[in-house]
C-alpha cells in the first residue's frame, strides 16, 4: 500500500513515507522544551502526522480545503503543514506577529475552514475576528495554557486530534486506507502551499506553489548544496516566510535532514549554539544584529583583548576571504590567520552559534559589503541568494568558491534570466508559482506573453555573470539634475553603521537625496551609557544633540563612499533627520519581513519629508501608533533637521 | 498542631477576624476582618500607609497581632512563624524584590522547592543517590514553572542583571515553585511599564485559572485591581472601610473620599 503511494515522489506526504521508510531512525525534527532537547525520528515523525491527517479528516477536512498555520516554529505546526497536505488540503502560514485586523485579511481572503495555531494569544486574535472570517469552523491549537476556560465548542488541542486519529486508526482499518488513498490521490499538480506576500506594494497576495514545482525547485538546490541527512537546521523564520518553508520544510523533506525548534524566538541564538546546525539561513538584519552586539562587547573589553580584536581583524580582512575562496595565500599569513582563528575567529563563531556552518546564505533584502565581509573573513560560508516567493525562493545563488558581496550570484540550476529592456530582471524557474489565489488578473501582469516572470527589481549582470541587482526597478529614479539615485543602495550603506537600525532615503525629481534616520537603541543606548549621556525615552535619545553629531559623521562617511563612485556620486545625501520613533510593522511602516514601505512612510511624515527640502531647522510632528493589543495611541515630537556634509566628487582620471 | 480540613471552591481558605496590630504606640491595624475564599483573588488596596503590607505580613505569619484570630483552612491561630505557613502552603512575593541577585532565574526558582526536598542534606551536598533523582524532578516542575512565565531565554542569567519586570517574575515563579494554596502578591505591578503589567495580569490569571491558587494581592494601580480581582477589601489608617465587589467598592462613599480625600 505505502510502496504504492510513494512510487512517484511528487507530493511532500510522499516524501515523508519515503523519509520514514529510508531512515526511519535519523531524527527529523528536535524541539527544546522544559530545557530539554525532545527528538523524533523521521518514524515517528510520520506516525504522528498521519495519526493528525487521520484526526483532521475526521473532522471534516475535505480536499482542497484551506488550513491556516498562525504561530512560531514549532513541531506540531510543522506537523499541521504534513498532516493537512496528507489529507488534501492546501496549508496558509499566515505571521505570527500580524495584528488581528492584517489576520482577518488574509484568512478572509484564503477562504481557510480550519486554523492550527500555537497559543492563547493566536486564539484571541482569531475569536476577535471569528465574524468577518465565517469559513472557519474550526480552530486547533499547541498549548493550552490559558485557554481551559475558552468556549470549546469551536476550539481543540492538537495533541487531542492526533490522539483521536491514533484510536481512530486502531479501530477502523478504514480510517488507513482512506488515508494512504488521500496521500496516493495526491499529484504534482496539487496546490502544495499557499504563500501570502509580505505586501512591499499593497495588500498580500496569496501565491499558490504546486508540489510538484516545490518539489523540482527544491531537489536542485539539494544537490546543488549537497545537503544530506547528516545537516541540521534551526528555523527561526516566520512560517509564513517563502524562506522558512522552502529551507526548512521542502529541504528537510527531500533531504532528510533534521529541523530543529527553538524553545522560543529569544532563545534561538544559544539554541544554535547548543545543536550546532550545519546549514544556516538570515536575513542581512540578523547579521546586523550579531555584528551590533560583538561590537559593543568589544568596546567595552578590556585592553588587551580589544588590540588583539582588531589586529586579528585586520589579518582577516586582508587574507580571510581569499583563504576561504581558496586563492593563493603567502605562508606566513595563513600561519597568521590559524593563530587569529585561535584566538578570535573561533572564539567569535563559537559565541554566534556559526562553528558548524557549513553553508550560510543570506538574502531578503542586500547586504552591506562590509557586513558580509565581516563574516567571511572570519571564515563562515556565507553566501547570497536572490529569491522570491513567486519563484519559491531561489533564482540565483552563488557557489561556494565565486562569492561576491555586490552581486547575488548566477542563475540557479534549471533557472533562466533574462533582462528587460526597462532593467527588470524576469526568470523562470522550476519552482515559480502558478497563480496569485483568487487574482487572474495580478497573475497576468506579473508574467510575460512568454511565461517569464517578473520580479519587480532592477538589474544587471556582471562580466562574471553574477546579477547585479539595484532596487526595486520603480524605485530606481533620478533627480533633478539627472543624477541616478537607488534609494535602496544609499539606505543599505548607512545601515552598515550599528548605530543607525533603518534608513529611508528620498530624492526622486528632487534637487537633492534626503534621508530619515532611525537609531539603533542596543548600540546608541550602550554609547550613552559610556559617556554618561542621559535620556528618558527612545524619542529623548534620538533627540540628542551629540547623537546628531555620531549620526552626521556617518553620514559624511557614506558620501564619501558614494563619491568615489562615479555611477553614484552625484546623489548624495544632502540633508537628514533622525526619526522621534522606531519604524515599525504594527504601524504599516515596515513589511512583516521588514523592508521600509517608502511611500507610506513619506506620506505619515509628509511634515518632516517638506522640512528636509525646504531648509527648515526643525519640523513638527504627530503620529498615531497601534499597540500591539490594537489600541491607538498618538507621538507627538519636534525633530531637528541636519545639513551633511557633501565630499568632493573623485575626478575621474 | 489542627490538621488541616480539605476545603472546597467557595468556602473560606483563611478567615481574618477582629485583628490588631501595634508597633509600640503605632497602631498599624485596628480591628480589621474579612476571609480570602477559596480559588478567587482577593485584593487589598487602599492608600500608602493603610496598613495593607502588615496585613500581608500578619497572614503569612511575619507579624503577631496583639488581638484577633486568624483561621487558615479550618485551623484558628493567633500566632504562627513563617515557616510553618510556607510549610502549610502560603506563598508569597515582596514589595521590593527579594532574590538571590547573584543567583540565576533557574537557581532562584528552585529555591522555592527547597521545602519539598526530602533527600537528606549529605546526598543533596554530594549531589548523589536520591538527591540526583529528586533533583531531577523538582527540575521539571521549576522547568515548567519557567516555561508558563516565558522566562525561558533568562533561565541562566543572574537575575541581578535582569530588568525589574522581570525579577518580579522570577519571583512570582520561585513562589510559584512551592505550589502554595495561597498566594500572597504584594505589588506585583510596582514600577512596571503597560506592556509588562498586561503580562503580569496574565499571568495571574492564568495562576488562578490553572493551579486553581488562591490569591490575595496589594496593587496601587486601580484598573489592575476592578480587572482582576473578585473581591475587595479596602483599608484606610488601618481600618477596615469597604469590602466587596470591584463595582460595589467603585461605588462605596467611603472609598471615594479616602482616594480623592474629603473637603473640609
Given amino acids: 500500500m505505502l510502496a504504492d503511494a510513494t512510487a512517484v515522489l511528487d507530493t511532500f506526504p510522499k516524501w515523508l513515507a519515503h523519509q520514514a521508510r529510508t531512515r526511519p531512525a535519523r531524527p527529523g525534527m ?51 503543514m504534513m498532516a493537512v497536505q496528507c489529507a488534501g488540503g492546501i496549508p496558509v502560514p499566515v505571521y505570527a506577529d500580524a495584528v488581528a485586523d492584517e489576520m482577518a485579511y488574509v ?9 492550527c495555531v500555537q497559543d492563547q494569544e493566536q486564539v484571541d486574535k482569531l475569536l476577535s475576528v471569528v465574524d468577518r472570517v465565517p469559513n472557519i469552523a474550526l480552530v486547533f491549537y499547541d498549548e493550552p495554557r490559558g485557554l481551559r476556560g475558552y468556549d470549546h465548542s469551536r476550539l481543540q488541542a492538537i495533541d487531542e486530534v492526533i490522539a483521536q486519529g491514533e484510536a481512530a486508526m486502531l479501530a477502523d482499518p478504514d480510517a488507513v486506507r482512506r488515508l494512504d488513498a488521500s496521500i496516493a490521490a495526491g499529484s504534482g499538480d496539487d496546490i502544495s502551499v499557499m504563500l501570502y506576500t509580505s505586501g512591499t506594494t499593497g495588500r498580500s497576495k496569496g501565491v499558490m506553489l504546486s508540489a510538484g514545482r516545490c518539489i523540482a525547485a527544491a531537489r536542485d538546490t539539494v544537490a546543488f548544496d549537497k545537503l544530506s541527512d547528516q545537516d541540521n537546521v534551526i528555523a527561526y523564520l516566520p512560517l509564513a516566510w517563502v524562506g522558512d518553508h522552502y529551507l526548512n520544510y521542502a529541504q528537510a523533506l527531500i533531504a532528510g535532514f533534521c529541523i530543529n525548534c527553538p524553545e522560543s524566538p529569544e532563545t534561538a541564538v544559544e539554541d544554535r549554539r547548543e545543536i550546532g546546525n550545519t546549514y544556516a539561513f538570515a536575513p542581512p538584519r540578523v547579521f546586523e544584529g ?33 583563504i576561504l575562496d581558496g586563492k593563493p595565500v603567502p605562508v606566513l599569513a595563513r600561519l597568521n590567520y590559524a593563530i587569529g582563528d585561535l584566538l578570535v575567529y573561533g572564539p567569535l563563531k563559537n559565541v554566534m552559534g556559526l562553528t558548524t556552518v557549513r553553508v550560510g546564505y543570506t538574502a531578503g533584502e542586500a547586504i552591506g559589503p562590509e557586513l558580509f565581509s565581516f563574516f567571511r573573513s572570519i571564515g563562515l560560508n556565507l553566501k547570497q541568494l536572490y529569491g522570491q516567493t513567486e519563484a519559491f525562493l531561489f533564482v540565483t545563488c552563488q557557489t561556494d568558491t565565486g562569492v561576491r558581496a555586490d552581486c547575488v550570484g548566477p542563475a540557479t540550476p534549471n533557472v533562466e534570466i533574462r533582462i528587460a529592456e526597462d532593467g527588470e530582471v524576469l526568470y523562470k524557474s522550476p519552482g515559480q508559482f502558478v497563480g496569485y489565489f483568487k487574482e487572474p488578473e495580478k497573475t497576468a501582469e506579473t508574467m510575460t506573453p512568454d511565461g517569464f516572470v517578473k520580479t519587480g527589481d532592477a538589474g544587471f549582470f556582471e562580466k562574471d555573470g553574477q546579477l547585479r541587482i539595484i532596487d526595486r526597478a520603480k524605485d530606481v529614479g533620478k533627480l533633478k539634475n539627472g543624477a541616478l539615485y537607488a534609494p535602496k543602495y544609499i539606505e543599505n550603506k548607512l545601515k552598515f553603521f550599528p548605530n543607525i537600525r533603518e534608513a529611508v532615503a528620498f530624492g526622486q525629481g528632487e534637487d537633492m537625496v534626503t534621508c530619515f534616520i532611525n537609531i539603533d537603541l542596543v548600540a546608541v543606548g550602550n554609547w550613552a551609557e559610556r559617556n554618561n549621556v542621559s535620556y528618558g525615552s527612545y524619542q529623548e535619545l534620538a533627540g540628542h544633540p551629540q547623537v546628531y553629531e555620531i549620526i552626521a559623521g556617518h553620514v559624511a562617511e557614506v558620501n564619501r563612499q558614494l563619491a568615489e563612485e562615479p555611477m553614484m556620486a552625484r546623489s548624495q545625501i544632502g540633508r537628514f533627520l533622525i526619526l522621534h520613533k522606531e519604524l515599525d510593522a504594527d504601524d504599516g511602516e515596515l513589511t512583516r519581513t521588514q523592508k521600509v514601505r517608502r511611500g507610506f512612510i513619506a506620506e505619515r511624515y509628509a511634515p518632516l519629508v517638506k522640512a528636509l527640502y525646504d531648509g527648515s531647522k526643525e519640523a513638527d510632528i504627530s503620529t498615531e501608533v497601534t499597540f500591539e493589543d490594537g489600541r491607538k495611541g498618538v507621538i507627538s515630537a519636534r525633530v531637528k533637521v541636519m545639513d551633511a556634509k557633501i565630499a568632493p566628487i573623485a575626478q575621474a582620471a | 498542631m489542627v490538621p488541616a480540613q480539605h476545603i472546597a471552591p467557595g468556602d473560606a481558605l483563611l478567615k481574618v477576624e477582629n485583628v490588631s496590630l501595634r508597633f509600640g504606640g503605632v497602631k498599624a491595624i485596628t480591628d480589621v476582618s474579612f476571609d480570602i475564599k477559596k480559588g478567587e483573588i482577593r485584593a487589598i488596596i487602599g492608600p500608602n500607609g493603610a496598613g495593607k503590607t502588615s496585613m500581608l505580613n500578619v497572614i503569612n505569619g511575619f507579624y503577631h497581632p496583639q488581638e484577633g484570630l486568624i483561621t487558615y483552612k479550618g485551623a484558628t491561630r493567633a500566632k504562627m512563624k513563617p515557616y510553618v505557613a510556607a510549610s502549610q502552603g502560603i506563598a508569597r512575593t515582596f514589595q521590593n524584590v527579594a532574590l538571590f541577585k547573584g543567583m540565576s532565574t533557574l537557581d532562584n ?143 462605596d462613599q467611603a472609598v471615594i473620599d479616602a482616594y480623592l480625600g474629603v473637603a473640609h
Wanted: hydrophobic residues 45%; neutral net charge; charged residues 30%.
Fill in chain 1, 30 to 80: 528536535r524541539h527544546k522544551d522544559l530545557g530539554i532537547w525532545t527528538e523524533w525520528s523521521w518514524a515517528e515523525v510520520e506516525r504522528k502526522v498521519r495519526a493528525y491527517a487521520v484526526g483532521l479528516m475526521a473532522h471534516g477536512l475535505q480536499r482542497g480545503d484551506k488550513v491556516a498555520i498562525i504561530g512560531n516554529n514549532r513541531p506540531k505546526l510543522y506537523w499541521s
Fill in chain 1, 107 to 115: 484568512l478572509d481572503h484564503s477562504e481557510v475552514r480550519f486554523a
Fill in chain 1, 290 to 322: 550579531m555584528l551590533t552586539r560583538i561590537m559593543i562587547r568589544m568596546e567595552d573589553a578590556g585592553w588587551l583583548k580589544r588590540k588583539m580584536f582588531h589586529y586579528y581583524m585586520g589579518v582577516a580582512k586582508k587574507w580571510g576571504e581569499k
Fill in chain 2, 109 to 251: 526558582i528552585m529555591v522555592g522547592r527547597t521545602l519539598k526536598m526530602k533527600s537528606s542534606f549529605f546526598w543533596q551536598v554530594f549531589r548523589h543517590g536520591p538527591a540526583m533523582q529528586e533533583e531531577i524532578v523538582h527540575r521539571r516542575m521549576v522547568e515548567e514553572i519557567i516555561d508558563f512565565l516565558e522566562i525561558e531565554h533568562i533561565r541562566k542569567v543572574p537575575v541581578g542583571k535582569l530588568p525589574y519586570g522581570l525579577q518580579k517574575r522570577v519571583e512570582l515563579g520561585r513562589a510559584l515553585a512551592m505550589e502554595p494554596e495561597l498566594l500572597l502578591l504584594d505589588e506585583p505591578m510596582a514600577g512596571m511599564n503597560l506592556e509588562e503589567k498586561e503580562d503580569m495580569c496574565r499571568f495571574i490569571l492564568d495562576v488562578k485559572e490553572q493551579y486553581g491558587t488562591t490569591i490575595a494581592l496589594i496593587e496601587h494601580d486601580m484598573g489592575v485591581v476592578m480587572d482582576l480581582s473578585d473581591r475587595v477589601v479596602v483599608l484606610e489608617y488601618g481600618r477596615k472601610i469597604a469590602d466587596g465587589t470591584p463595582d460595589e467598592v467603585k461605588a
